[in-house]
């Protein structure tokens, strides 16, 4: 006879080098999201669309790390850290595992593509989420490169929708703020 016990149960192995970067690159898109608030006027005007209440809790489940977001007393967007307890969450915006995390964080997957497979879960105000993620695309064309770019966004602006000027001029205040706070 067979038993249940004869077959263990197999446990996953901890991805800790998978973990680490997406906790890295989580943290630099908080940050970010903070220095483009003030620098792009892009960015100024997704946010001023948001509600004053507005604090998002983007994380990787079951338990990835968290990157929390949201506008201060003054109504300028803050970057909180990665510890959502003690905070009113008005937006939680989850990836749905880690792989789905290195999918959308190497870039190899948009987030417009996440979406249509299921790999990004909402619980809040979806028109919000929207904006969310129209930011994310605004910071990868400020931060990375144009053929990394272009792997993660669904698509790459034109010298109609961002001069050049504008998006060098972005990327500079933006990394200098990221550096400095």
Known sequence: MISHNDYPEIKPKKKLIKQIYVWIIM?????????????DKGAKA?????????????????N????????????????Y??????????????????????KMFTFQESSCT?????????????PVACGVLRIMDLLEVMLLPKIVTKLGVKRYPKWSQMSPLRKWASRLLVYVRLTTG
Do not use: C
């Not at 946010?47 to 079951?62: G, K, R, S, T």
């Not at 996440?114 to 809040?124: I, Q, T």
């Open 27 to 39: 943290l630099v898109f908080g940050r970010a999201f903070q220095a483009a608030s003030r620098v």
């Open 46 to 62: 997704e946010f001023d669309a948001m509600p004053a209440d507005f604090m998002l809790d983007f994380y990787v489940m079951p």
């Open 64 to 79: 990835g790390p968290h990157m929390v977001v949201g506008k201060d007393d003054n109504g300028r967007i803050k970057y």
């Open 81 to 102: 850290g990665w510890n959502p307890a003690g905070k009113k969450i008005t937006l939680f915006m989850g990836i749905k595992h880690l792989e789905a995390g290195i």
């Open 114 to 126: 996440a979406v249509a497979r299921d790999r990004l879960e909402v619980d809040g105000d979806l």
